[in-house]
């Protein structure tokens, strides 16, 4: 896909869970689109995407769901490049596939305070940040399991649930005040989680995946795209959308 360059000129970004898959194909092309990217993290890797984009970015070492480690993490936006326009609460994790019955109180607690709990944080701070220099736009990133049930996935399709309609109740706390909150529902999408390393990012040719009607797995470059239209001023009259990019997987 070739998309036209500088639709994030002169913004400021913050990404979380930019060390891997869906986030650090954000930040990559978050930057070649014009933008300085906070490269967020708790997995170190942040510090290697940050380097490959250069000057315009900055590794933060940020567990989402600490309150303190999310403060700092939006406050050093702002200290090193004095403002935050854009937020992507990205990081997240599935926990353990197994029945409701089987799953652990800690797993419960985990999963949501990371994919939910994280996510509240991120837009508790962010926002008033946007704020504070005259909006912004937020997108989060929940799941297809959001959306529709996920066999041996309850609490995780809960928490990525709970997001959905937390980013529609927070674009409806600030539709008048020039910050939009969007979501983005990756299906099945090809990242560490399924395989994929860096030297070899794409499934293997032939991979199907029935589940999904497009009967392949989804490219992190595919959810950046979504996110950076959601990011960008060309999603201006958008807000409180939970936007599938699933190869049809939630349309069946
Ligand atoms: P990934 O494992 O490649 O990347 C997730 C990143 O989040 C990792 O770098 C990890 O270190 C980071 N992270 C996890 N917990 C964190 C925490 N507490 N604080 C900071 N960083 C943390 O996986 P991905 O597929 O790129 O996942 C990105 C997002 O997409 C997640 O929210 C995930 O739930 C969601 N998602 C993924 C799929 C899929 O099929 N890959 C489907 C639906 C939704």
Redesign the pocket.
Known sequence: MTLSKGRLAGKVSVI??????????MALLFAAEGARVVC????G??DEVAAEIGDAAVAVH?????AA?VRAMIETAERTFGRLDVLCN?????GPRKPIVEQDESTFDDVV???LK?VFLGMKYGIGAMLRTGGGSVVN??????LVGWKHHSV?SAA?GGVVQMTKSAALDYAKEGVRVNAI??????????G?TREDPEPPPGTRMPVQPMDR??L?SE?AAAALFLASDESSFVTGTALPV?GGYVAR
């Not at 990205?90 to 599935?94: E, K, S």
């Not at 990133?141 to 959001?146: K, P």
């Open positions: 979380t869970g930019a060390g891997s898959g869906i986030g650090r194909s967020a993290d708790r997995s890797q942040q940020c567990d989402v769901s600490s480690e990205n990081a997240g994790f599935g305070a990371v994919n994280g990133t929940a799941s297809a399991a959001g995780y990525k529902c990756p299906g099945n999408t090809y990242t560490g989680l399924a994929a797995w989804g992190p959810l699933d």
